[in-house]
């Protein structure tokens, strides 16, 4: 079976209406083992509403993002930080 994920990159249309830089830059670091990098690099299930990006190293969530007619919502309670360069 192949993997049904594309890579982080997937995330910088999506990210960049909500924030004024891309963020596919910034370096997160995982909740759960503690990899950090930058957010190109987590592993983008983009199948259902919304994305699900999961960490490279573990495959634990490190953030949801769902768009609505009106309103973005992000859900980063797997990432321990998001460092953005700028």
Known sequence: MTDL????NAL??????????DVTAATSQCASCGESGPVATL???D???GFVARCSGCD??????VRGPSAAWLDMRGAVFLRVPL
């Open 47 to 49: 199948h259902a509403p």
């Open 60 to 65: 634990e969530v490190v953030l949801r993002l």
């Open 43 to 45: 592993r983008v299930y």
């Open 5 to 8: 994920y594309t890579d982080g």
């Open 12 to 21: 910088a249309g999506p990210l960049r209406e909500i924030f004024a830089v």
